[in-house]
């Protein structure tokens, strides 16, 4: 069985990908539990509260990178023609990371000094084992495009979001960055969610859009200059923050505006000339998401010019954002990325030998749809009830949130586990896809 456009799954990676996979959905229920949780600081814009400094790495650290690791794992050998070099380091570095990012984020909420210490150094080591493998992965592939230099420039930058995050726990031990304090978690930030993610997502939706939007005759020429702008205006931002010039920063906002809005015309040119033109739940969440990240691109300048004294705005953008932008893109990925390859660990054997369901049957679109409405309502409120300071607004902002990710949950569940939802039809595996 093939995904649309050709790309068939690397088998031998599925396990290593799918324990990745799951980790990850289990720290997006922690995160959107804890969202609950730290309602009232959001509500009163404290963003630099060492329980929102928890929750906020339960997204980054135990759903969005973990979840990069785990289609890592099956991009290289499938879109790049390099299979991760040792398998066996790959599964170490799972195995530090994933429990290391638990123990992080209860000693940052609980401000614990040697759980915390303990959480940092789990993580720190399993981010350069699985880095480590990456990059040999990197060295050997034998197609360097422009997926290839994302996913090298985004490595670079998660290194780099490392660093400055040991400064920053350093700091809670000695205070040494003092003033700065503010400055540098604004780095790490960005670094982090621009450096890191976005890049990371610009290179793989390069490759994965067309394929599942079935859009190979689009436009393919933002991508590049989206990458370079994205990736020289992450390095000109945290200048700027760190030697607090503001010349220097506005130059890199204007840099990262502009790879956003590169980014965003790149994606259009796959949904414009799509050949299926209904779109399925996980490319409905792709559009979602796109849409909160243009609103999040403008109310960056905002939040440059006057976040220090207005901390509700600054919140309002991680929100938008990270929960609006990021999160909901990677689920929607997910909607395609995880029952393609649970289909094939569990069909793949049966192709010719009877009737086998298609992907489509692996979940439930109306159960997607609605899980996308509750989110997507769910970040709205939330912003506009940290913008009016309304703790039961946002409260209800993040139940509704909560609701949809339960739904994702049950979803999840039932690909793992073996539903598959009746057709009119069966369809053999050659239509599986």
């Known amino acids: ?50 329980h929102v400094a928890g929750i906020t790495h339960l997204f980054t650290l135990g759903w969005l990178t973990t979840t990069i690791f785990g289609a890592l794992c099956q991009l290289l050998p499938v879109a790049l023609g390099s299979p991760l070099p040792w398998p066996r380091l790959a599964d170490l570095g799972f195995w530090v990371y994933a429990p290391g990012v638990a123990v992080f984020a209860f000693g940052v909420a609980t401000e614990n000094p040697v759980i915390r210490m303990i959480g940092v150094l789990l993580v720190a080591v399993g981010i350069l084992v699985i880095v480590s493998n990456l990059a040999a992965g990197l060295i050997r592939a034998t197609r360097r495009d422009v997926t290839w230099a994302a996913v090298a420039i985004a490595l670079t930058f998660l290194l780099s979001t490392l660093a400055l995050g040991l400064v920053l726990v350093h ?22 969610l621009v450096g890191w993610i976005l890049v990371m997502i610009v290179g793989v ?66 949904y414009r000339v799509r050949v299926r033109r209904k779109l399925d739940a996980g490319l409905r969440f792709a559009a979602t998401a796109l849409a909160f990240l243009l609103v999040t ?8 010019a006057i976040g220090a004294a207005h901390p509700h705005l600054a919140v309002i953008y991680l929100v938008t954002g990270l929960l609006g932008g990021i999160v909901l893109y990677v689920v929607g990925f997910f909607y395609k990325i ?11 054997g049966r192709m010719g030998k009877g009737p086998v369901p298609t992907v489509a049957q692996m979940y439930s ?47 999840l569940l039932g690909i793992a586990f073996g539903r598959v939802l009746p057709a009119a039809a069966p369809m053999s595996a050659g239509g599986a896809a």
């Open 1 to 50: 069985m093939t995904a649309p456009g050709g790309l068939a799954p690397a088998t031998g990676s599925i396990r290593l990908a799918a324990q990745h996979f799951a980790a990850s959905a289990i720290y997006l229920l922690a995160g959107t539990i804890g969202l609950v949780w730290i309602a009232p600081e959001l509500a009163r814009g404290q963003y630099i509260s060492p």
């Open 171 to 192: 700091n809670l031990e000695t205070g040494f960055v003092a003033a700065a304090r503010l400055r540098v978690l604004a780095t790490h930030l960005h670094v982090a």
């Open 205 to 270: 939706s390069h490759r994965l859009l067309p394929m599942f939007l079935l859009a190979h005759g689009g436009d393919t020429r933002w991508t590049r200059p989206a990458l370079a702008l994205l990736a020289s205006g992450v390095v000109v931002l945290a200048t700027g923050l760190l030697a607090a010039q503001a010349v220097a920063s506005w130059l890199g906002l204007i840099l990262i505006e502009g790879g956003i809005c590169c980014f965003l015309r790149q994606a259009y040119a796959f």
């Open 297 to 304: 691109a403008g109310l960056a300048p905002a939040v440059l």
């Open 338 to 348: 995880v029952p393609l390859l649970a289909w094939t660990g569990r069909f793949r």
């Open 365 to 411: 679109a109306r159960l997607a749809y609605g899980q996308l409405g509750a989110m997507a309502i769910g970040v709205i409120a939330l912003a506009a009830g940290i913008a009016i300071g309304q703790v039961h607004v946002v409260r209800c902002g993040a139940v509704l949130y909560l609701i949809g990710l339960g739904i994702f949950m049950l979803q």
